[in-house]
């Protein structure tokens, strides 16, 4: 029984777990519970890792996992439109515009999350910018990686913009995906906006449980 006949059997028997499940034609169609779907997206990564590490021609999936696991979940509601599976929905396109902050009115009350968000961002950081450094034998400089931590946060408010931290998953696909320096990000950061600009529609059919994969 190899893995790849797990992971097969897992999408037939998710839509069974589901079939008998009845509800009134004036009600909203009952949800399935988070957890099956949740698990069929984790054991995919987990197979696919697997199977990366055994076959060479694996090892690009293997890196780009999730990416898989959204493409392979989006591409089944594509197909078969199942009514159970709750959808992300339609996506604004285009890029943020640029704004000059204004609410300082808020800035008081704000000050507890933002240090627990300004916590949590280092900690990310400086941990994934740690690990890769020792995977790969150079020095790592971590007050140079929180001035641009810094610099990017200040930027990318004007931009109404999510707190930039160090990602554990992008790195990790930069890492197994080869990517030597820090031209990687500046060519990830126009493929994404290229994605807000044009590709928005796509991402209508990418099931909720999958968004955070």
């Known amino acids: 029984l190899s893995l790849s006949q797990v992971d097969l059997s897992l999408t037939h028997i998710t839509p069974l777990c589901f079939r008998h499940t009845q509800h009134k034609p004036d009600q909203e169609p009952p949800q399935p519970p988070p957890l099956p779907k949740g698990l069929y997206g984790s054991m995919e990564l987990i197979i696919v890792y697997i199977q990366g590490k ?5 090892r690009y999936v293997r890196a ?6 959204v493409l392979s979940g989006t591409i089944f509601v594509k197909i078969f439109n199942p009514s159970s599976i709750s959808l992300v929905g339609d996506i604004p396109q285009g890029l943020p515009s640029f704004s ?7 800035a008081t009350s704000l000050i507890p999350t933002a240090l627990l968000i300004t916590g949590v961002a280092i900690l990310e950081s400086v941990g994934i910018a740690k690990a890769l450094a020792a995977k790969n034998g150079y020095e790592l400089d971590s ?9 990017a946060n200040i930027f990318g408010s ?4 999510y707190p930039t931290t160090g990602s554990f998953s992008r790195s990790a696909v930069n890492h197994e995906s080869g990517a030597k320096s820090g031209l ?4 990830m ?12 529609p796509l991402f209508e059919y990418i099931p909720q449980v999958l968004k955070e994969k």
Do not use: D, H, W
Request: with cysteine.
């Open 64 to 69: 780009a996992g999730p990416l898989t696991a």
């Open 100 to 106: 000059i902050p204004r609410a300082f009115g808020y």
């Open 143 to 151: 007050n140079q990686e929180l001035f641009g931590l810094g610099v």
């Open 189 to 200: 950061g126009v493929l994404m906006g290229c994605a807000l600009l044009f590709m928005t």
């Open 158 to 161: 004007f931009f109404s913009a």
């Open 54 to 58: 055994t076959r060479k021609y694996l």
């Open 184 to 187: 990687s990000g500046l060519v």
